[in-house]
């Protein structure tokens, strides 16, 4: 889908020289008149929690991540792991681009081609300054959480231009943390890694425009340890093949995808792949073989549940949109589950709200991804409301019982002062995004009807899948099937720093 060009302006990053990173709002010097002008990508696509997410100036088509990893083992080694890589990356320049940036933490890069070219690794250059012939610098400043691969090549790219990048990268894994201090990346475990990267952290593991309005496809060839299962999304394009100690295992991802909903995880894991959906969506499960027996039982029960989930939100939010589905359940935990596509992570068991929650993301999250990461409620209201839809119907507390649960108590000034349409890079996965989020949907419900309500879902999904949308987007499409003007009823339950009324009618 087509990358965002809107410019990063007015971040002062004090230690580096803003010219090196490839210069974000660069302005290119006029030309000749007929002649092209080639400018820089910008270092981000303009997302203001993360500013230096994504790039601008190309569109990623696919990337071919090619890994071999061995895990740090047993105590008493060090808790890191040995990682090389080789991405293959095929995008299309949607400008005439002189230079343009990749996103990379904590990874070094060994060689650099652009369409079989060779660029030199050179030192990053001071602002306006003039590198010759092809050449890539990166530049990482773990305190300004900027970390960007400045790739130069020559020729230079003509808007249009398929180019295909190709980069030979590794280091040590350790275990990255997100802007808030969770886990996040490729988290080294004893046994493998857990790979879960939201709302940036792909970039710990591959050169990547890491900003969900840069979707692409993917395929993955990973070889780690023999006797290691590494999963990824998507499915098994063919058997995993052994040879010297080493395993390498195959995946495919063919439907857009959100870099952050990308994994690669490796453990002890059981595969499991023979069953499928109602609808004939295939479910492959990978479940650590050293979760303890209490975990494993209600594990088994909870992916049990899976074929029933996905036949259930099918029925109310239209069809499955990706190609498999499954579980992978480490024994190791990062403090939390993520609805990594096709395939989410689960720390140490998977539990059934927890799995009803992660299979209604399919829907809201990955195949419609928030346009901007102040849009996360769309993410997390959705999930959690499709948790309260699903108690529902397995004839537990009705979806207007959990909403009366949630509305009644007193809570403080704090709970309220957080405006869930913009939540602040810090808050993304604060529980007001969640709960309130989801209280948003069903107000919304009763508020415009069930039929609206569920059409609109389904408008929504169908017209954004593949894609990205904000709040202003999802309020149009309710107002669309609706008829109604929403403006009031958006303002006082996403921005309105109070205790919304106890019952909504829009006039
Ligand atoms: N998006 C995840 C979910 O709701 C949760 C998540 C991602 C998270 N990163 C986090 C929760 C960091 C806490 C901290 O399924
Ligand atoms: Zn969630």
């Known amino acids: 889908m087509g990358s965002r060009t809107r410019l990063v302006g007015g971040i002062a990053v004090a230690t580096l020289a803003l010219g090196a990173l490839g210069a974000a709002g660069a302005v290119a010097a006029p030309g ?50 040995e990682f090389e ?71 230079k ?20 943390r997100d802007i808030e201090g969770a886990l996040y990346g490729w988290v080294t475990q004893r046994d493998g890694a857990m790979v879960v990267s939201e709302p940036e952290g792909s970039m710990t593991w591959y050169p990547v425009s890491d900003h969900q309005t840069d979707k692409a496809t993917y395929s993955f060839e990973i070889t780690v340890p023999e006797g290691k299962v590494a999963v990824a999304n998507g499915i098994q394009p063919k058997p995993e093949e052994t040879a010297d100690g080493w395993t390498t295992w195959y995946w495919d991802a063919p439907d857009q995808q959100a870099s952050y909903l990308t994994t690669a995880s490796v453990g002890d894991f059981d595969l499991r792949d023979a069953y499928t959906s109602g609808s004939g969506v295939p479910i492959i499960d ?18 049990g ?119 602040g890079e810090l808050g993304l996965f604060l529980t007001q995004v969640y709960n309130r989020g989801a209280a948003t949907l069903h107000a919304l419900r009763l508020d415009v009807g069930d039929d609206a309500f569920f059409e609109a879902a389904q408008l929504w999904v169908e017209r954004y899948d593949d894609s990205a949308g904000t709040s202003e987007d999802f309020q149009a499409i309710y107002e669309e099937v609706s008829g109604e003007d929403l403006d009031d009823f958006f303002q006082v339950w996403l921005y309105d720093q109070q205790k919304p009324p106890a019952t909504w009618t829009t006039p």
Request: proline content about 7%; charged content about 20%; aromatic content about 12%.
């Open 286 to 303: 990978a479940v650590d073989t050293k979760l303890t027996a209490t975990r494993l039982a209600t594990t088994n029960a909870s992916l």
């Open 32 to 81: 000749k008149p007929g002649e092209s002008r080639y400018t820089s990508g910008s270092s981000g696509v303009g997302d203001a929690y993360f500013p230096y997410a994504g790039n601008g100036g190309y569109d990623v088509q696919h990337y071919d991540l090619d890994l071999t990893y061995t895990p740090p083992g047993p105590d008493p080694a060090p808790l890191v792991g």
């Open 305 to 423: 549940w899976q074929v029933d989930m996905i036949d259930f939100f099918e029925s109310k939010f239209g069809p499955y949109p990706f190609v498999a589905y499954g579980s992978i359940v480490d024994n190791d935990s990062v403090g939390y589950a993520l609805e990594t596509q096709t395939r989410p992570v689960y720390s140490t068991q998977a539990s059934e709200g927890t799995v009803a929650h992660e299979a209604a993301h399919q829907w809201f999250g990955n195949a419609v991804s928030p346009e901007r990461w102040q849009d996360i409620w769309l993410n997390e209201g959705w999930a959690t409301y499709a948790t309260w839809m699903w108690n529902e119907e397995q004839g537990r507390n009705t979806a207007q019982t959990t909403y009366d649960n949630w509305y009644a108590p007193a809570r403080t000034q704090a709970y309220w002062d957080l405006q869930i349409g913009d939540p």
């Open 85 to 155: 890589g080789v991405a293959t990356i095929d995008l299309v320049a949607t400008q005439d681009l002189d230079r343009f940036n990749l996103d990379l933490r904590g990874m070094d890069v060994h060689a650099l081609s652009v369409n079989g070219k060779p660029a030199a690794s050179v030192a990053p250059p001071l602002a306006g300054a003039e590198v010759d012939g092809a050449a890539y610098w990166h530049v990482q400043d773990d305190a300004a959480r900027v970390w960007e691969l400045t790739v130069q090549p020559r020729p």
């Open 157 to 176: 790219l003509k808007a249009g231009q398929q180019v295909q990048v190709v980069v030979e990268y590794g280091g040590t894994t350790t275990r990255p």
